[in-house]
């Protein structure tokens, strides 16, 4: 028989989206998201402006600008460290709170906690002792970059556990639903480090290293915060190692997280594979991907809000047994957002040229941004897909089925940017056709995977043959 879980008394520290309109608390948990990622956009915006101005206090912006990206490839490859204890967190947290079982929640955070804390012990081992092996990977030539690139490393992995535990509170509140105390609590650090970076940069003259120690000090500042909200009768959960500890506990989070941060590393290192493979074509092409990315923020920006707002909702009201809301939750969500991406996919194409000239003047790197917009174009809406349906994916506990189709989608990318660069003129262009191929390959599967799922799901439930939330 359908076992359907038994209601406790709700929790006052969610947001609950097991009831009510579905759309509206979709939104509630999205836009939060959403301001939070344009948040850290300008900061990596305003971050790169000012360390561009080096020139200023008498030391060389390029070298500057270069240490800061090569070091900035390791903070990546350590968010994925972070997605391994958070995702299995956040999911967990929100089964927990669809249950209302704030022990559960407890316990969940308690020994979430400790997972992040030996993923970050990790990090910052590597970061400040073998700084060296990693920025070795590049083969730089320039000694500037290089010492610049290690200092940078050494200086932000000092404070790697704040960085690290920050991200774990915040998959708790994630998994409640309240993401709006995500973004003041994490958008409150990032305007803290933009206001930083002008005084040490360059008022005090530290340059890279003052970019690195704005970051340090931000993370350490956000992290205090966190810590007296835990002290504080309004914190989300009970951090108690005597009473919470459990070794099986740790072992699950990780294992559910393991996949999504094994695929984020592996699109680091493939990152870096085409960013090698760009920079043969000069510094325009150069400017004309990393401009271009930003554009497509338009994209990326509202899928990764609504990435998280249907992992909490799919994770709540599967924690609830409320399995026919969680097909009414995709469907609502698809309603909003193919019509967007489809309008995503117009803008870039139609709007390529006013779009490209409000960054680039120059005729010739004007022409090649125009033609990276249109190619890309063509698969934002599929890139949406990819990642909202991840998200509900995420929020049943299936993260390995996302995560194995990122994985083949992206490895794609190298040899397809290969074939097609021999194929296309200009050659760069197989690179752009590259990207947009593994994202439509990725949006398409998955949705059709997802569909499916549902599918299989609503049968089991008619059979009568869903135990719980965990035979799903």
């Known amino acids: 028989m359908i076992r359907r879980n038994h209601r406790k008394k709700p929790m006052k520290v969610k947001i609950d989206l097991t009831e009510g309109n579905i759309l509206k608390k979709l939104l509630i948990v999205a836009i939060p998201m959403l301001l939070t990622s344009l948040v850290q956009m300008l900061y990596n915006l305003t971050d790169m402006f000012w360390v561009a101005r ?64 030996i993923m970050a012990l990790i990090f910052t081992i590597y970061g400040v002792f073998f700084n060296h092996h990693f920025v070795g990977i590049f083969k730089i030539d320039e000694p500037e970059v290089v010492a610049g690139a290690m200092r940078y490393m050494r200086i932000v992995t000092t404070a790697g556990m704040a960085f690290f535990l920050v991200n774990m509170f915040n998959g708790v509140y994630d998994g409640l639903g309240k993401t709006i105390n995500t973004f003041f609590i994490t958008g409150s650090g990032l305007i803290l480090n933009m206001v930083l970076d002008p005084i040490l940069i360059l008022g005090l003259g530290l340059g890279i290293n003052g970019a690195a120690i704005a970051t340090a000090f931000s993370q350490t500042v956000v992290l205090l ?31 559910l997280g393991l996949p999504v941060g094994i695929q984020s ?20 092409i150069m400017s004309v991907s990393r401009i271009g990315s930003q554009i497509e923020a338009l994209s990326w920006m509202i899928a990764s ?8 909702f799919v994770g709540q009201n599967v924690g609830a047994g409320q399995f026919s809301r969680v097909k009414d939750g995709y469907i609502t969500s698809m309603k909003v957002l193919i019509p967007y991406g ?28 125009i033609t990276y917009l249109r190619i890309l174009s063509l698969s934002q809406l599929f890139m949406i897909l990819d990642m909202v349906t991840a998200g509900a994916f995420n929020g049943f506990g299936k993260t390995y089925i996302p995560s194995a189709i990122q994985i083949v989608g992206n490895a794609l990318r190298i040899p397809l940017a290969i ?32 569909l499916f799922f549902i599918i299989r799901l609503n049968k089991r439930i008619k059979s009568q043959e869903v135990e719980n939330y965990g035979t799903v």
């Open 54 to 117: 080096v020139n200023r206090i008498g030391l060389d912006p390029t070298v500057a600008v270069s240490a800061v990206g090569t070091a900035g490839y390791y903070m990546w490859f350590g968010f994925g460290l972070i997605l391994i204890a958070k995702v299995g967190v956040s999911v967990k947290v929100s089964q927990a709170a669809g249950r209302n079982d704030a022990e559960r929640v407890n316990t969940i955070a308690t020994n979430g906690l400790i997972a992040m804390a």
């Open 225 to 255: 915060i966190y810590i007296v909200i835990y002290h504080s009768p309004k914190r989300p959960a009970i951090i108690s190692f005597k009473k919470y500890f459990s070794p099986k506990e740790i072992k699950n989070i990780i294992v």
């Open 265 to 284: 590393m592996l699109m680091t290192s493939i990152s870096i594979v085409l960013g090698i493979m760009v920079a043969q074509y000069g510094a325009s």
């Open 305 to 312: 809000g609504f990435q998280v707002a249907l992992a909490s």
């Open 342 to 369: 489809l309008a995503v996919n117009a803008i870039l194409f139609f709007g390529a040229r006013p779009l490209f000239s409000m960054f680039i003047s120059t005729q010739p790197t004007l022409d090649q941004g």
């Open 419 to 450: 074939i097609l660069s021999g194929m296309l003129i200009p050659e760069v262009n197989g690179i752009w056709w590259a990207l947009n191929i593994s994202s439509v390959f990725k949006g398409t599967v998955l949705f059709i995977l997802f």
